[in-house]
């Protein structure tokens, strides 16, 4: 028998769960059902989120042809079939699964049939298509992105479940109780998928008393032990996570910042999580706390030692750290700026005084080239022109007023602008 997930996909577009911004009333998917008008699409998102049931859904309310097949596993020969089945019947939806690893000699061998509508292609992959899927089939499509479902999503697929008499719980008497729907719910992550297979697992393992079941809680707690967490480090959740992480620590909130440092500690990626808290500790605090770079690395080495679980110790604090630490981002904006000019082609040529003494013109020139050396003088600094003639008057740090420790040297940077000028 089919897996509970399987057997419990829509066979309308009415009856798809969630994605109610594809599928309901006005989207774009069944508005295209509802007109008879299909065009080739690409359906991208988390796995479970319904990929596979829109497909499905889509042949089954406009009484198309259906077929699938795997971009990796099946062959060319096999996409030939359904193109013959397409020229026979006029219209054949392929759901065509990993899409983004469609090779060269599949991809030229669909174009044609997507070009004149017999094939109507789904493709589905929980990649960006639009880094992962060639262009050529990306402009012969429409992308769609599709979300996690709701807990209210996932509870009623899990209440349909329960009810439906044909493919089905409907027949038992099943009764689950409201703390073990509550985890079904919850530790699915967004994933019907997850949520119904931990259930049929739930039921099929369970032993009947007095002709019924009852899945407790920790018959739940057993059948999904973990969160279905959607971590993909190549995928675009990753990047998400990354992304607000870094976000969060910059924005100074330490409870959303310790969240996401669980997720990607889920995740179990530490090489990343230490790139990204470095490039932190320089990006967005920077000068305001210059020490705080120095003990992020000593944290991120001793978690690299410790490995995981410990790691997290050295991670948290680390973090936490970076989120009440005064900002600045003065460092980057700075050779951001330096290298903007460059790529203008704003360069000049070098002052002939900072030229390099090996240079034979350096050489003859000698003394007279007029190069000042700091170190003689008291303070320590002597004014003289360091920037091309094109540049001289040039200003890329812009220092903020953050901390004290960038205030120092706001005003040792504005010390020194002001001798220039003399």
């Given at each position: 028998m089919e897996p509970l997930a399987y057997r419990m996909r829509p066979k309308s577009i009415?009856?798809?769960?969630g994605q109610h911004h594809l599928v309901g009333p006005g989207g774009i998917i069944r508005r295209m059902v509802d007109a008879r008008r299909?065009?080739?699409?690409?359906?991208?998102?988390?796995?479970?989120?319904?990929?596979?049931?829109i497909a499905r859904a889509i042949a089954g309310s406009t009484s198309a042809k259906f077929r699938q097949l795997n971009a990796v596993t099946d062959s060319k020969k096999d996409m030939q079939l359904?193109?013959?089945?397409?020229?026979m019947s006029g219209q054949v939806i392929l759901l065509l699964d990993e899409i983004h690893r469609l090779d060269k000699a599949k991809q030229d061998f669909l174009l044609p049939h997507l070009e004149n509508g017999r094939i109507v292609l789904i493709g589905a992959t929980t990649s960006n298509p639009y880094h992962a899927?060639?262009?050529?089939?990306?402009?012969?499509?429409?992308?769609?992105?599709?979300?996690?479902?709701?807990e209210d999503d996932i509870r009623t697929a899990l209440t349909r479940a329960l009810t439906d008499k044909e493919n089905g719980f409907g027949n038992?008497?099943?009764t689950v109780e409201d703390s073990a729907m509550d985890h079904f719910v919850q530790a699915a992550g967004g994933d019907v998928r997850a949520s119904l297979n931990a259930l049929e697992l739930a039921i099929l393992s369970s032993t009947e008393q007095d002709g019924s079941l009852i899945i407790t809680r920790q018959d739940a707690e057993d059948c999904l032990q973990k969160s279905s967490f959607?971590?993909?480090k190549d995928g675009d959740m990753h990047y998400d996570i990354m992304s607000a992480f870094q976000k969060s620590i910059r924005g100074s909130d330490v409870d959303a910042a310790l969240h996401y440092l669980a997720r990607l500690i889920n995740g179990g990626d530490l090489p990343t999580?230490?790139?990204?808290?470095l490039v932190i500790s320089f990006e967005d605090i920077g000068l305001a706390s210059p020490q705080a770079a120095s003990r992020t690395l000593t944290a991120i080495e001793a978690a690299e030692r410790l490995g995981f679980p410990e790691a997290r110790i050295p991670l948290s604090q680390a973090v936490i750290e970076l989120c009440l630490s005064p900002k600045s981002n003065s460092a980057i904006t700075s050779i951001d700026s330096a290298l903007a000019d460059i790529r203008k082609g704003k360069i000049g040529d070098i002052p002939?005084?900072?030229?390099?003494?090996?240079?034979?013109?350096?050489?003859?020139?000698g003394n007279s080239i007029g190069y000042q050396y700091p170190h003689d003088d008291p303070s320590g600094y002597v004014s003289q022109q360091y920037l091309p003639d094109n540049l001289k008057n040039k200003k890329y740090y812009q220092p903020k007023n953050t901390s004290k420790s960038e205030a120092q040297f706001k005003q040792i940077y504005e010390t020194i602008s002001r001798q220039k000028k003399k």
């Open positions: 009415d009856e798809v769960i299909l065009s080739s699409m690409i359906l991208y998102g988390p796995p479970g989120t319904g990929k596979t049931s359904v193109a013959e089945e397409a020229k899927i060639n262009p050529a089939i990306r402009s012969r499509t429409q992308i769609f992105e599709l979300q996690p479902l709701s038992q008497s099943v959607n971590f993909d999580i230490a790139r990204r808290l002939k005084h900072l030229k390099d003494g090996h240079y034979q013109g350096a050489k003859e020139l």
